[in-house]
């Protein structure tokens, strides 16, 4: 996110146009959405090396795209690893409509601020989110950002990381033993994040920079001999 700029920030050219280029893919979007950004495309790279390396012979694989909105993340992974099917979860029903307007199909109302539902326990072989992770008043948050993007999906708590707290350990649940658990998170969380994604049990947690060089995803795996 780049820095507050002094002048009235305009509408983005993404709500302008009603749509925007993602991963090669182009994707509808309203103001109910967050604008996909290059910084999610990692979230992207991550779940595909997983599938490409470590769940190939082992489809169909399911893939779980928490906070989704716009579907962008899910979506650009079903269209370069066929035969995958994902489930696209968020708390805006507004965001879901939009989701299933870009061709989301297992579209669900789902809280990440809450565990997730017994029905999904142990299910998805990948679990991607890009939480609300921004806190009020941070000065790197861009007023084209702050003034035309839906708050519900931008604000993570006082500090930013209220959603890290409720996803890990709670949503570590909702994969396989061996599963991928990978998160977007704020250009000076990640360590913050790997520490509670370790306290969880977390396996191999690692950090994933982005194109501008800041630390972008955590990410990891659900213990092989986890039956929890």
């Not at 306290?199 to 690692?206: F, I, T």
């Given at each position: 996110?780049?820095?507050?700029?002094?002048?009235?920030?305009?509408c983005?050219?993404?709500?302008?146009l009603?749509?925007?280029?993602?991963y090669?893919?182009?994707l509808k979007?309203?103001?109910d959405?967050l604008?996909p950004r290059?910084?999610?495309?990692?979230?992207?790279?991550?779940a595909?090396?997983?599938l490409r390396r470590?769940?190939r012979?082992?489809?169909?694989c399911?893939i779980?795209?928490?906070?989704?909105?716009?579907?962008?993340?899910?979506?650009?992974?079903?269209a370069?690893?066929?035969?995958?099917?994902?489930?696209y979860?968020?708390?805006s029903?507004?965001?879901?409509a939009?989701?299933r307007s870009?061709g989301?199909?297992d579209?669900?109302t789902?809280?990440?601020?809450?565990?997730?539902?017994?029905e999904?326990?142990?299910?998805y072989?990948v679990?991607?989110?890009n939480?609300?992770?921004?806190?009020?008043g941070?000065?790197?948050?861009?007023?084209?950002?702050?003034?035309f993007?839906?708050?519900?999906?931008l604000?993570?708590?006082?500090?930013g990381l209220?959603?890290y707290?409720?996803?890990?350990?709670d949503w570590?649940a909702?994969?396989?033993?061996?599963?991928?658990?990978?998160?977007e998170v704020?250009y000076?969380q990640?360590e913050?994040?790997?520490r509670i994604?370790q306290?969880?049990?977390?396996?191999?947690?690692?950090i994933r920079?982005?194109?501008a060089?800041h630390?972008?995803?955590v990410f990891?795996?659900?213990?092989?001999?986890d039956?929890?």
């Open positions: 996110m780049g820095q507050k700029i002094g002048a009235a920030a305009c983005p050219e993404a709500y302008e009603g749509e925007w280029d993602f090669n893919i182009t979007v309203t103001s959405v604008i290059p910084d999610s495309e990692h979230l992207v790279d991550i595909l090396e997983f470590d769940a012979g082992r489809l169909p399911k779980l795209d928490l906070c989704c909105g716009s579907g962008c993340i899910g979506l650009a992974v079903e370069n690893y066929p035969g995958v099917t994902v489930t979860g968020d708390i029903e507004p965001a879901l939009v989701a870009n989301c199909r579209v669900r789902l809280d990440a601020l809450s565990p997730p539902p017994s999904l326990l142990g299910t072989g679990f991607v989110c939480p609300p992770y921004a806190a009020p941070d000065p790197a948050l861009d007023a084209s950002v702050s003034d993007e839906p708050h519900i999906a604000f993570g708590g006082a500090d209220d959603f707290r409720s996803l890990l350990p570590l909702a994969l396989r033993p061996g599963g991928l658990f990978a998160v704020g000076d990640a913050t994040v790997l994604a306290d969880a049990g977390l396996d191999n947690v690692s920079k982005d194109y060089g630390d972008r995803v990891g795996y659900r213990k092989a001999n039956d929890g």
